[in-house]
């Protein structure tokens, strides 16, 4: 079945700088690949998602990349801010397999 | 549009007892999906359900089950618990199977098992 793998677990940047983390899927049917941003004691949301006919895909400060070839889907984050602040999952599910695997998260700490 | 309610938010099991969590789905919505958080393991999944129908079993004892009502709505029970259940149980609901599909989460109801 689906694995997907996150790093880094933990990223501390400053404010104002970018934020990149990194995902790896092992089943190459896989073709949803969402993020999910959970706040301190909140449910996880969804930010942004791709599909595998897209290589990237951007909104505002947030954009995501897909490498189907690599197996592989990065989140950047840019002109970071306190609210970004957060623990970030990626995700990848196939059509076939009536699931969504998730990675094990990145807790994302925004320096003053 | 009332967001995925689950019930209850917060409880407290003695080991070897038994829960029933409930999963309200956003109105239209007929998956439901559950994963089971815990720190360092992140979303881990249990099973998800569409038209009252198992479609997928993550991989956890069979003392986990579900099940899914007429109306969406959707329980799962973990019976014999264990310490190690502990957790938070997050539902997430979507239109159609989650394969593909976005999927909206509740707030998840707070496991203790002491």
């Known amino acids: 079945g689906e694995n997907v793998e996150q790093h880094p677990s933990t990223l501390s940047v400053q404010e104002g700088d970018s934020a990149v983390i990194k995902c790896t899927y092992s089943d190459s049917a896989s073709n949803y690949f969402p993020w999910y941003k959970q706040e301190l004691g909140k449910r996880p949301q969804l930010i942004i998602d791709i599909r595998s006919n897209v290589g990237e895909k951007k909104d505002q400060r947030i954009a995501v990349t897909l490498n189907k070839t690599a197996k592989h889907f990065s989140l950047h984050i840019t002109e970071t801010q306190p609210e970004d602040s957060a623990v970030y999952f990626c995700?990848?599910?196939?059509?076939?397999?009536?699931?969504?695997?998730f990675g094990k998260g990145t807790r994302l700490h925004i320096l003053p | 549009k009332a967001g995925v309610t689950q019930t209850p938010r917060y409880l407290i099991k003695t080991r070897g007892q038994q829960v029933t969590l409930s999963c309200s789905p956003i109105?239209?919505?007929?998956?439901v999906s559950w994963y089971q958080q815990t720190p360092g393991q992140g979303l881990q999944f249990l099973f998800e359900?569409?038209?009252?129908?198992?479609?997928n079993k993550g991989n956890f004892p069979g003392r986990f089950s579900g099940r899914q009502f007429s109306n969406s709505r959707s329980e799962m029970n973990v019976s014999t618990l264990e310490l190690g259940d502990s957790a938070l149980y997050l539902c997430?609901?979507?239109?159609?199977?989650?394969?593909?599909?976005?999927?909206?989460f509740g707030e998840g109801s707070w496991l203790t098992v002491v």
């Open positions: 995700a990848a599910s196939e059509n076939r397999d009536d699931k969504i695997i």
């Open positions: 359900y569409f038209s009252e129908t198992q479609r």
């Open positions: 997430a609901t979507g239109f159609g199977p989650s394969s593909g599909n976005t999927i909206y």
């Open positions: 109105s239209g919505h007929r998956s």
